[in-house]
């Protein structure tokens, strides 16, 4: 799923504790390293728990700005309404954000729900946003690794940590992948048809087809990871391995255990 945020970077005068890094001698030529702030995962080890498990995560600020931002857009279209225990801006959390995707889910075609994903996605925007995109990443080496190396800050709220990793587009080997460790979408929901439906085609078609970047995304189901690929064109879905996943029978609450693959990605 499409998703920009921005977290600050924080610059305190307090060397010890700066987040800016300068290197040099007698401070001639010095350099300063920025360190983007980490995913906020309360686990003890700061890893994702291991499959089965879910992980504890500890959402600041901009973490809930986003994930309230997103459900209000698909609270639009979800088919029934959820009783919030709380009101005001910030009433929405990880979980019921999640929820939010699997009402939009009930009573929509796979195809009715990815337009869904991009009708939420063009809401967010301003107007003229994918031509100016266009115009500043066309689909070179550059773009692909640019858009990488962006996604690993901006996206953790939504898919958890990540990191850049080394790829091979087209015979040519570049850092436009992404390595998402533990995918927190996937993990939340425990639903293959969420998955593919709301998040991996919906991203990969903006991407191609509205911002003219390529993006392959690769879910492992095994163990919940996903490869973001940068600059590869996608696969038509029939030719997808994630067309003949099976559900989580123990995850999901949606799955259907007589089913050879999950009901959400037939139709």
């Keep these: 799923m499409v998703v920009l945020s921005f977290q600050p970077v924080q610059f305190r005068p307090n060397i010890a504790h700066s987040s800016v890094q300068r290197h040099g001698n007698g401070g001639r030529n010095n350099r300063m390293a920025i360190r983007w702030p980490r995913c906020g995962i309360a686990e003890p080890a700061g890893q994702p728990a291991p499959m089965g498990q879910k992980t504890k995560y500890k959402d600041g600020f901009f973490e809930r700005v986003f994930m309230n931002l997103f459900a209000r857009k698909m609270e639009k279209f979800a088919s029934s309404k959820r009783k919030q225990e709380t009101d005001g801006w910030f009433k929405y959390d990880y979980e019921s954000f999640v929820d939010v995707s699997k009402r939009v889910m009930q009573g929509r075609s796979r195809p009715q729900q990815q337009e869904v994903v991009r ?114 064109v996608p696969p038509p879905f029939e030719e997808d391995e994630v067309s003949k996943q099976p559900c989580y029978n123990d995850l999901c609450s949606m799955a259907n255990p007589s089913a050879s693959l999950c009901p959400k990605l037939l139709s």
């Design 119 to 232: 009708e939420v996605l063009l809401s967010m925007l301003p107007p003229g946003a994918p031509a100016q995109f266009r115009k500043l990443f066309p689909p070179t080496k550059w773009a692909a690794e640019f858009n990488a190396a962006l996604t690993v800050p901006f996206f953790h709220w939504l898919v958890g940590p990540s990191e850049v990793i080394e790829v091979e587009v087209n015979g040519v080997k570049q850092r436009s992948g992404v390595l998402i460790k533990k995918c927190r979408y996937l993990e939340n929901s425990g639903c293959v048809g969420m998955c593919v439906n709301m998040c991996k085609i919906p991203t990969q078609d903006f991407f191609t087809n509205e911002f003219g970047l390529p993006l392959t995304m690769n879910p492992k189901f095994e163990d919940m990871s996903c490869e973001m690929v940068y600059g590869q």
